[in-house]
């Protein structure tokens, strides 16, 4: 079956230390989409990609980086530098940038240390 | 004000009920409505879709959106337990990011 795969379920931090979570999909999808969820908050864009090798900040980019290297994949690095990175992070995709994303992963629940 | 507002619950209906979520917004330049339903500890799952004002029904889902008043709702028919879930809504404009509302979480009750 189709879909997004996101590694791992649940992340622990420590201060100082950045960490990768991983987003893999096998849809043939050209977008692809990093959001993350608070309590009693929507979800809140942080990088997008339209196509391989670029890709744009959203809403809350700071202390996040990402890279496209693949069609498929679309890691999320934490760096130190996020002060509040205790979320959800969901990864999604759509056939197309501009459309709304069509599939979600089933998130990494990063927590501090 | 914030862009996108639902009440966030919890709300608790006894299965059968006909359920109402309801969702305000404030940019006027949204196009197209989406419903999201989301299970704990699950991503999101694209639910309704539509374009403009009017109704879209789809099994026991209807969303009716009033871009006069700003104002989308998700009806749910002979509400199921498997129905419950947080439920979010997310409007867009013709060509940029959707807006997440935070999620009206709903229980049923058998």
């Known amino acids: 079956d189709g879909g997004i795969t996101q590694s791992p379920k649940y992340l622990f931090r420590k201060e100082g230390q950045n960490v990768t979570l991983s987003c893999e999909q096998n849809?043939?999808?050209?977008?692809m989409y990093w959001y993350r969820q608070d309590p009693g908050q929507g979800l809140r864009l942080i990088y997008y990609s339209q196509i391989v090798n670029d890709f744009q900040k959203g809403d809350i980019a700071e202390g996040y980086s990402v890279s496209r290297e693949k069609k498929e994949s679309f890691p999320l690095t934490v760096t130190s530098a996020q002060k509040n990175p205790t979320a959800f992070y969901l990864c999604a995709s759509s056939i197309v940038r501009g459309d709304q994303p069509q599939h979600f992963g089933d998130g990494t629940r990063l927590s501090i240390l | 004000q914030k862009e996108v507002e639902q009440d966030p619950g919890p709300l608790s209906v006894p299965e059968g009920a006909i359920v109402s979520l309801n969702c305000t917004y404030s940019?006027?330049?949204?196009?197209?409505f989406m419903w999201y339903r989301q299970y704990s500890r699950k991503g999101p799952e694209l639910l309704m879709y539509t374009y403009s004002s009017g109704n879209k029904e789809d099994g026991r889902f209807t969303a009716q959106v009033d871009k006069s008043s700003k104002y989308i709702s998700l009806f749910i028919r002979d509400s199921q337990p498997s129905d419950s879930a947080t439920y979010l809504c997310?409007?867009?404009?013709?060509?940029?990011?959707?807006?997440f509302g935070p999620g009206t979480s709903l229980s049923v009750i058998p």
């Open positions: 997310a409007p867009k404009t013709s060509y940029d990011k959707v807006i």
């Open positions: 849809l043939n999808h050209d977008a």
């Open positions: 940019n006027s330049a949204f196009q197209y």
